[in-house]
């Protein structure tokens, strides 16, 4: 799994291992990495983690993840394709160019590449699951985040093909749509909205959710946790919303 050191890929990590999984975790924070490896480690001594340095948007080192893996493990049974950035706040006309391309190398390509290394591995191994990351940004706009969105509904789009293309190997592919859930990404968005009270930005941002709350990690964790084990046996092709309902609003409450 990518991004692994934090937020939505260490709550997957924990969530999984929590269940007997052997891991590799992957980021491109080295120190955090083996913060996070050490951390899962002594909750969950019955698994083994493996810990792979990389920048998700420089294809070789992708490569690179995936051979360690099979290295270590001998095979792969999943990818949980979760590091992204957001860029930064800009309308589209005043958006940075090397920004955007910077969000385009990690947050599409860098999606791309782990499903073009995982899935003829999964096809070896008789099948296996992908959940790869998209957000609500990938199912509806978000105003000030043109890069962000963009990419996102990239992801959403090779997602479905993947599902299509692959799913006669017995490997199914989903994403997921978080909203605002807490992680150390959102609370710095909340400041680039707020710099001077970035918790104001946060109550006002969670006052518009149906459920007048941010989400928590955990509930990310446990659904990438179902869609990557042998449970989902049918689900594919979708890009699933964790964002307590909001995504189905049009306009404010």
């Not at 939505?8 to 924990?14: F, H, M, N, Q």
């Not at 930064?88 to 590449?113: H, M, P, R, T």
């Given at each position: 799994?990518?991004?692994?050191?934090?937020?939505?890929?260490?709550?997957?990590?924990?969530?999984?291992?929590?269940k007997g999984a052997?891991?590799?975790?992957?980021?491109?924070?080295?120190?955090?990495?083996?913060?996070?490896?050490?951390?899962?480690?002594?909750?969950y001594p019955e698994?083994?983690?493996?810990?792979?340095?990389?920048?998700?948007?420089?294809?070789?080192?992708?490569?690179?993840?995936?051979?360690?893996?099979?290295?270590?493990?001998?095979?792969?049974?999943?990818?949980?394709?979760?590091?992204?950035?957001?860029?930064?706040?800009?309308?589209?006309?005043?958006?940075?160019?090397?920004?955007?391309?910077?969000?385009?190398?990690?947050?599409?390509?860098?999606?791309?590449?782990?499903?073009?290394?995982?899935?003829?591995?999964?096809?070896?191994?008789?099948?296996?699951?992908?959940?790869?990351?998209?957000?609500?940004?990938?199912?509806?706009?978000?105003?000030?985040?043109?890069?962000?969105?963009?990419?996102?509904?990239?992801?959403?789009?090779?997602?479905?093909?993947?599902?299509?293309?692959?799913?006669?190997?017995?490997?199914?592919?989903?994403?997921?749509?978080?909203?605002?859930?807490?992680?150390?990404?959102?609370?710095?968005?909340?400041?680039?909205?707020?710099?001077?009270?970035?918790?104001?930005?946060?109550?006002?941002?969670?006052?518009?959710?149906?459920?007048?709350?941010?989400?928590?990690?955990?509930?990310?964790?446990?659904?990438?946790?179902?869609?990557?084990?042998?449970?989902?046996?049918y689900v594919s092709?979708?890009?699933?919303?964790?964002?307590?309902?909001?995504?189905?609003?049009?306009?404010?409450?």
């Open positions: 799994m990518t991004g692994a050191a934090m937020g939505l890929g260490y709550a997957a990590a924990e969530s999984l291992a929590s052997d891991l590799t975790l992957v980021d491109y924070n080295a120190e955090a990495l083996d913060k996070a490896k050490a951390d899962l480690k002594s909750k698994s083994r983690f493996l810990t792979v340095t990389a920048d998700v948007s420089v294809e070789d080192q992708v490569k690179n993840y995936v051979d360690e893996t099979v290295k270590e493990f001998g095979k792969v049974d999943g990818l949980y394709n979760n590091a992204g950035i957001e860029g930064k706040q800009a309308s589209l006309v005043d958006y940075d160019i090397e920004v955007f391309k910077k969000v385009i190398d990690i947050n599409l390509l860098g999606v791309y590449y782990g499903m073009k290394y995982i899935i003829p591995e999964l096809q070896k191994n008789g099948g296996g699951r992908i959940v790869n990351v998209a957000s609500v940004g990938g199912i509806r706009g978000v105003a000030n985040q043109t890069a962000y969105v963009a990419t996102k509904h990239a992801v959403a789009g090779m997602t479905k093909n993947a599902a299509l293309e692959y799913g006669k190997y017995n490997i199914l592919t989903n994403a997921i749509a978080p909203g605002a859930i807490l992680t150390p990404m959102v609370a710095e968005a909340f400041k680039q909205v707020n710099p001077t009270d970035p918790k104001a930005a946060e109550a006002e941002y969670a006052s518009r959710n149906p459920t007048r709350k941010l989400g928590d990690p955990k509930d990310v964790g446990n659904l990438v946790a179902y869609l990557l084990s042998e449970e989902n046996g092709g979708q890009v699933i919303a964790i964002d307590g309902g909001e995504s189905n609003m049009y306009g404010n409450p």
